[in-house]
């Protein structure tokens, strides 16, 4: 029976100018590009130039987005942007796109899974497309979290950087078989008991600051293999698939030994995972968006490819989506 799938018709990405090399840490903080090497597999990072929001970053993803697409902003139903560094509390950072980018219909907003945001902003994409509420959705996620990092603190401010990817869906009919194009399956958790292990501490509502970082790096890694390979196993069997099936696996660029133990325990040789968090850090909600747009654009992800894709943040929420491009 023909089902509705949303299809992946184009991608694009956005890194800030300036780069910084892990011994640019050392010079400040009593830390080493070996330790941060061998740790994290982060080598090096970009950050927003000053004054550059993380809506400037995610115009760009959008634009280079639409250009592949060979699509106008006006084509596009919705933006879903997912982000935990938005320009204002509120309105939405995904309004301010919508106006940069020239899109005067439709509608737009924010969704705020932290690290897991762009497979949350995904199933929702998926999900109106699905229902019919929209045609054709654009997908971002981007941050600056830059600007949320204690600079003191050697234990998170090696981790991240800043950055914006973005893929455009489109309903298509399929058959409703693990052959079709586009997303096949979703997996979405949370777990709010496990607040502490990873926030934010400021906010709205409590200290009226923005505040920075903190996690507990050593339980978070902990929790995010075990977590990301069972909801990879899950988001599969949703999708009448196997870890066999897959092409690719496109995880959160995090750490490169939560990448490599995920991978070893859904038994994917790592000749089959995309890597990105050398160049790029942690880029939370845009750290799948960038890697499945660098992928692509460097000809290592081909349409057809069946990918996997999952993440694990704050909250801690985590997710899966199973995607053939
Ligand atoms: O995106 C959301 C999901 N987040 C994650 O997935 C992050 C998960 N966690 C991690 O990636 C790792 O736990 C870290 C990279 C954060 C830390 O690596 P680790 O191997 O778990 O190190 P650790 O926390 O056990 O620390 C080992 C040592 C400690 O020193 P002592 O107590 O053994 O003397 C730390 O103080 O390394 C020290 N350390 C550092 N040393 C040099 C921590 N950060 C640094 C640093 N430079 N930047």
């Given at each position: 029976?023909?089902?509705?799938?949303?299809?992946?018709?184009?991608?694009?990405?956005?890194?800030?100018?300036?780069?910084?090399?892990?011994?640019?840490?050392?010079?400040?903080?009593?830390?080493?590009?070996?330790?941060?090497?061998?740790?994290?597999?982060?080598?090096?990072?970009?950050?927003?130039?000053?004054?550059?929001?993380?809506?400037?970053?995610?115009?760009?993803?959008?634009?280079?987005?639409?250009?592949?697409?060979?699509?106008?902003?006006?084509?596009?139903?919705?933006?879903?942007?997912?982000?935990?560094?938005p320009d204002q509390?509120?309105?939405?950072?995904?309004?301010?796109?919508?106006?940069?980018?020239?899109?005067?219909?439709?509608?737009?907003?924010?969704?705020?899974?932290?690290?897991?945001?762009?497979?949350?902003?995904?199933?929702?994409?998926?999900?109106?497309?699905?229902?019919?509420?929209?045609?054709?959705?654009?997908?971002?996620?981007?941050?600056?979290?830059?600007?949320?990092?204690?600079?003191?603190?050697?234990?998170?401010?090696?981790?991240?950087?800043?950055?914006?990817?973005?893929?455009?869906?489109?309903?298509?009919?399929?058959?409703?078989?693990?052959?079709?194009?586009?997303?096949?399956?979703?997996?979405?958790?949370?777990?709010?008991?496990?607040?502490?292990?990873?926030?934010?501490?400021?906010?709205?509502?409590?200290?009226?600051?923005?505040?920075?970082?903190?996690?507990?790096?050593?339980?978070?890694?902990?929790?995010?293999?075990?977590?990301?390979?069972?909801?990879?196993?899950?988001?599969?069997?949703?999708?009448?698939?196997?870890?066999?099936?897959?092409?690719?696996?496109?995880?959160?660029?995090?750490?490169?030994?939560?990448?490599?133990?995920?991978?070893?325990?859904?038994?994917?040789?790592?000749?089959?995972?995309?890597?990105?968090?050398?160049?790029?850090?942690?880029?939370?909600?845009a750290s799948i968006?960038?890697?499945?747009?660098?992928?692509?654009?460097?000809?290592?992800?081909?349409?057809?490819?069946?990918?996997?894709?999952?993440?694990?943040?704050?909250?801690?929420?985590?997710?899966?989506?199973?995607?053939?491009?």
């Amino acid at each position: 029976m023909g089902v509705i799938r949303a299809v992946v018709k184009g991608y694009g990405h956005y890194l800030p100018e300036r780069v910084v090399e892990n011994a640019e840490f050392a010079e400040t903080l009593d830390t080493s590009d070996e330790w941060i090497r061998t740790r994290t597999g982060i080598e090096r990072r970009h950050f927003a130039a000053e004054g550059q929001k993380t809506s400037d970053l995610a115009v760009e993803a959008a634009k280079a987005a639409l250009a592949k697409a060979g699509m106008k902003a006006s084509d596009l139903d919705a933006i879903i942007l997912a982000t935990a560094t938005p320009d204002q509390t509120f309105p939405s950072t995904a309004t301010r796109v919508q106006h940069a980018i020239g899109m005067k219909g439709g509608f737009a907003f924010d969704i705020q899974a932290v690290c897991a945001g762009f497979i949350f902003a995904l199933a929702n994409a998926n999900g109106m497309i699905q229902s019919g509420q929209a045609k054709t959705v654009m997908v971002i996620g981007a941050e600056t979290f830059s600007r949320i990092l204690d600079w003191e603190d050697r234990t998170t401010c090696v981790l991240f950087g800043d950055g914006a990817g973005a893929i455009i869906l489109q309903a298509e009919e399929g058959t409703g078989t693990g052959a079709d194009r586009g997303v096949l399956s979703t997996d979405l958790n949370s777990d709010g008991r496990f607040n502490d292990l990873l926030y934010v501490d400021g906010g709205v509502s409590s200290t009226g600051t923005t505040g920075v970082v903190r996690m507990q790096g050593q339980e978070v890694f902990k929790h995010a293999v075990s977590k990301l390979a069972a909801c990879g196993d899950t988001a599969l069997h949703k999708a009448g698939l196997t870890a066999g099936d897959l092409d690719w696996i496109v995880p959160h660029q995090a750490n490169l030994r939560i990448i490599k133990r995920t991978a070893q325990k859904m038994g994917i040789s790592m000749d089959h995972v995309v890597v990105t968090v050398q160049d790029h850090g942690n880029t939370s909600a845009a750290s799948i968006p960038l890697a499945l747009s660098v992928a692509a654009s460097r000809g290592q992800i081909k349409e057809g490819d069946l990918l996997l894709l999952e993440a694990i943040g704050g909250g801690l929420t985590w997710g899966a989506a199973v995607l053939r491009w």
